[in-house]
């Protein structure tokens, strides 16, 4: 039985001091806010500047993807291929992110045993998604999600588009 972890931070700015203690989500968010205070231009910065927060990631995400405790990426929906692939390339950063995965790039069998789809049709739409800019190919023929493909793929969820 996992027990649950509390996380305790604490920022000083300018001799002024803040704690933050509760689950990791909670924190992140608290001290986000308290920066955000501190430093009135990082909203303005944070208008234009894409930065996308982890826990937003997730939790816009997780209705159509999971991460398994050994990290494997699991897809809840029937999902197009385009989206498909963006869906775990973002599962498997993030998943790299927190620590579940030690590579957040993933190979084409990868994504093809992942998304149980045709081999052939996921290299086709990783070229096409790699020429567009919204995933990246290594040199070992490896893909990993680029901010423009996160940015592509929460403009998708967030309008209702078909994912």
């Known amino acids: 039985m996992s027990e649950k972890k509390d996380l305790k931070v604490r920022l000083e700015i300018d001799g002024q001091s803040a704690e933050f203690?509760?689950?990791?989500e909670e924190v992140v968010s608290a001290a986000l806010k308290y920066l955000a205070q501190a430093y009135p231009a990082l909203s303005i910065v944070k208008r234009i500047v894409f930065?996308?927060?982890?826990v937003e990631l997730i939790g816009k995400l997780s209705p159509a993807l999971s991460?398994?405790?050994?990290g494997a990426i699991i897809v809840k929906k029937e999902v197009a291929t385009e989206d498909g692939i963006l869906l775990?390339?973002?599962?498997s950063d993030?998943?790299?992110?927190?620590g579940k995965r030690g590579d957040?790039?993933?190979?084409?069998?990868e994504i093809v045993l992942t998304l149980n789809m045709a081999e052939k049709t996921v290299r086709n739409v990783c070229s096409l998604l790699s020429k567009q800019g919204h995933i990246i190919r290594d040199g070992k023929g490896r893909y990993r999600i680029s901010q423009t493909g996160i940015f592509h793929l929460?403009?998708?969820l967030g309008t209702g588009e078909k994912t």
């Open 21 to 24: 203690e509760g689950s990791p």
């Open 51 to 54: 930065s996308p927060d982890l």
């Open 67 to 70: 991460i398994a405790e050994n």
């Open 154 to 156: 929460l403009s998708r």
């Open 94 to 98: 993030i998943a790299s992110k927190l």
């Open 88 to 91: 775990v390339t973002a599962g």
């Open 104 to 109: 957040p790039s993933m190979s084409i069998e």
